[in-house]
């Protein structure tokens, strides 16, 4: 279906969070990371029921859905990890190695090349809508790979196999901003095995990313990605104003509760927002953006007492980098990677089961 519109991905998540909600304990009590989130939600609500009444356009309620249909997304992921992690991270090991073959032919078949042929670049969309749902897609996935490394549900080498996955859609994507976050998931190494094995994994997968998709012999100008990112700062959508936050040059006192989403629409700006931080400062104002920013923090905190600052930072960062270029809150695997995190955080007597937990990474 048309990008913006629901797609059949937002069925089946429905489908889940209805079936598996039935009879479960949400696990709410004392996450104060989930608490905030439905704070956002309920902010976002009553500034956009203002912003309908000053423009009388209820059109504008669409990112409303949007947001409470992710929240109940949220929700049902985080209480289904809460609950039970070993059929949980059980289930994600399968689906998300299902999920990236199925990404990884759909691009193949759409017959996208690395290699720059003629003097337009070609980005590719495969089984998405547009080019940065993949990328997206592929940030998300990447780290949920990571995710079930540090949960010891993977082996390395899974995890690597899986990684150079994620990689290559990003790179196929020409995401800019992609292209680099993704990088920093390798920070994860720095806790879990030290720098020497840092050293060997990078060169493990920039070895098989050379011969799995360039070739024996390597020439990087040729390649679309790398040209995507020797024009960083070039292109046209690197500014502010081709991010669609031109408004930042002409704040007002609106910045406190936002203009509402969909305002910059309304002004010679005339696009869309490209940012999640972005976004939310300019939608929901300063207040918002603390309430999500304090939702965001509180994770992260859980993440760090539980697994780390290193575990935190590699699971968090590419995340938070990728959203400066780009509006991911309306992406359903944006906020199924944060419900995860989240309950990351939670202190569980559940061990891992033997997939791979008792085998020595």
């Known amino acids: 279906m048309p990008s913006g519109l629901p797609q059949a991905s937002h069925f089946v998540l429905l489908l889940f969070a209805i079936v598996y909600s039935r009879g479960k304990s949400a696990c709410l009590s004392g996450n104060f990371g989930n608490s905030f989130i439905i704070y956002f939600a309920l902010y976002v609500l009553v500034r956009q029921l203002f912003f309908v009444l000053e423009t009388s356009g209820v059109e504008w309620l669409i990112p409303v859905l949007f947001l409470f249909f992710n929240l109940v997304v949220y929700l049902s992921v985080y209480s289904f ?46 089984t998405f809508n547009n080019p940065n749902q993949l990328a997206y897609f592929s940030i998300c996935s990447a780290g949920l790979v990571t995710v079930l490394f540090v949960n010891r549900y993977i082996t390395l080498l899974v995890f690597i196999a899986l990684y150079i996955c994620s990689v290559l859609l990003v790179m196929v994507s020409l995401s800019k901003a992609a292209l ?151 992406f359903s695997v944006f906020w199924i990677y944060l419900a995860i995190l989240s309950s990351m955080g939670l202190v569980v007597k559940e061990l891992p089961v033997k997939l791979t937990a008792n085998k020595p990474l």
């Open 180 to 330: 680099i976050a993704i990088l920093f998931y390798l920070v994860i190494f720095l806790r879990k095995t030290g720098t020497k094995m840092v050293v060997i994994s990078i060169s493990i997968i920039t070895f098989a990313l050379s011969m799995v998709a360039f070739g024996p012999s390597v020439d990087l100008s040729n390649f679309q990605f790398y040209q995507r990112l020797e024009g960083i700062g070039n292109d046209s959508d690197d500014s502010v104003e081709g991010r669609g936050m031109g408004l930042f040059m002409h704040i007002d006192e609106n910045i406190i509760l936002g203009w509402g989403e969909g305002f910059v629409k309304l002004t010679e700006f005339g696009k869309e927002v490209h940012s999640t931080l972005g976004n939310i400062l300019i939608s929901y104002g300063i207040v918002g953006f603390i309430i999500f920013m304090t939702a965001m923090y509180f994770i992260f905190l859980g993440l760090r007492k539980r697994h780390g600052l290193a575990v935190g930072i590699a699971l968090f960062l590419p995340m938070m980098l990728y959203g400066i270029a780009h509006n991911g809150i309306r």
């Open 81 to 126: 990890f809460a609950n039970g992690p070993n059929v949980a991270y059980g289930n994600l090991a399968i689906g998300l190695t299902v999920a990236l073959v199925v990404a990884i032919v759909g691009v193949y078949v759409a017959g996208v090349s690395l290699i720059k042929t003629d003097d337009a670049m070609v980005r590719a969309i495969g």
